[in-house]
């Protein structure tokens, strides 16, 4: 299903090691593109709260300040690869090749699992507390609040447009870095033109081609750039209900952030699945998380939505879009000024003229 346009992660912004990140001496996590294996390494460190130098080989001035990701001289590189092992056979053997156990399973952000309960101990309620599901209400129910919520039927066609036009403020991951934007697409072309600190930047891409421009010059965008702007593209997309299926279950009650929420969960196929928070007065989607399974845990991709605002003829978009990721470098938040779904784009700018400026 078409997603909205403005949707797009502005700038092609990597991780501090990705364009370091060397694919050789790979012993179990093989066959992977650069974004997937970077995407995994990621999900191990969060699990144990670390940086990459627990296991790899960091800069020192003895290797030139670079990163040798190759290098087994760390011996903890080891023992990951042992890890990684142990939890294959476990999900395979015992949970029909799901991941259910993982690095995080046990070490929850800690470098060491704790093995044993924490002493004290406080008395438990009796009867053991258990939520009734049976009041919980249906998931069916929450989809159509939520249509009816951001504009009904034509919301919808808002959603799958195939052309806008909008512009705003990215904010960095430190919430720190501020920059204006201004969006195009139309044809499943994108195009984004950013005004950094250090200079304008002009990016387009498309399904397989893109460009960038700075003050550096142009460049074309190669494969895993271009793989990346795709990973990260559909995750500022505004919550489109038509992509939950007739098996979406309501499983919890639930905060998204300090908010109250209603948890619902759909699978959209064997390796992934999405959860959605939905405010129970409003009705509106706080938070969507989309997790893809891998060979050492679920990766998670989160959206919150926030600053719910008519984009026209009673459609509501939300205007504050943040998104996280378990590489904590690429993260941000998208704040729009203006919204302009089904606007006319010239197919004028996604060409490039090398030499010459871009047409205005």
């Not at 498309?206 to 700075?214: E, F, I, L, R, V």
Request: charged share 25%.
């Amino acid at each position: 299903m078409k997603r909205i346009g403005f949707a797009l992660a502005i700038l092609l912004v990597t991780s501090p090691l990705f364009a370091q990140q060397e694919s050789g001496n790979l012993k179990i996590l093989t066959g992977l593109t650069r974004l997937q294996l970077q995407r995994q390494m990621n999900v191990m460190r969060a699990a144990l709260g670390v940086h990459c130098d627990f296991c790899h080989v960091g800069p020192t001035e003895a290797n030139g300040n670079k990163w040798d990701f190759a290098s087994d001289a760390n011996p903890n590189k080891d023992t990951a690869r042992w890890m990684i092992k142990m939890m294959s056979d476990l999900n395979k053997n015992s949970f029909n090749g799901q991941p259910q156990i993982t690095c995080y399973t046990c070490h929850n952000g800690h470098l060491r699992p704790v093995a044993a309960v924490p002493l004290p101990q406080p008395q438990p309620p009796f009867p053991t507390p258990v939520e009734d599901e049976k009041t919980f209400p249906a998931a069916k129910d929450l989809i159509a609040k939520y249509t009816a919520a951001i504009g009904g039927e034509k919301a919808l066609e808002v959603l799958h447009a195939k052309s806008f036009a909008a512009s705003g403020t990215r904010i960095d991951a430190k919430g720190t870095t501020t920059a204006p934007f201004e969006l195009r697409e139309a044809d499943g072309k994108i195009y984004v033109d950013v005004k950094t600190k250090e200079g304008e930047v002009v990016q387009m891409f498309g399904t397989d081609s893109g460009w960038a421009k700075d003050k550096n010059g142009v460049k074309d965008l190669r494969p895993g750039d271009l793989e990346q702007a795709h990973d990260i593209y559909p995750a500022f997309a505004p919550f489109d209900p038509t992509t939950l299926n007739d098996k979406a279950k309501t499983i919890a009650k639930s905060k998204a952030g300090d908010k109250d929420a209603w948890l619902v969960f759909d699978k959209l196929d064997d390796n992934t699945r999405v959860e959605v928070w939905f405010d129970p007065v409003t009705g509106l989607a706080l938070r969507r998380v989309i997790l893809v399974n891998s060979v050492v845990g679920r990766i998670p991709k989160q959206t919150d939505f926030d600053d719910y605002r008519d984009a026209g003829g009673g459609v509501k978009l939300p205007y504050t879009v943040t998104f996280s990721s378990v590489d904590p470098w690429i993260g941000s938040t998208r704040k729009y000024s203006e919204i302009h779904p089904g606007a006319p784009v010239d197919p004028a700018v996604f060409v490039l003229e090398r030499g010459r400026p871009r047409p205005q």
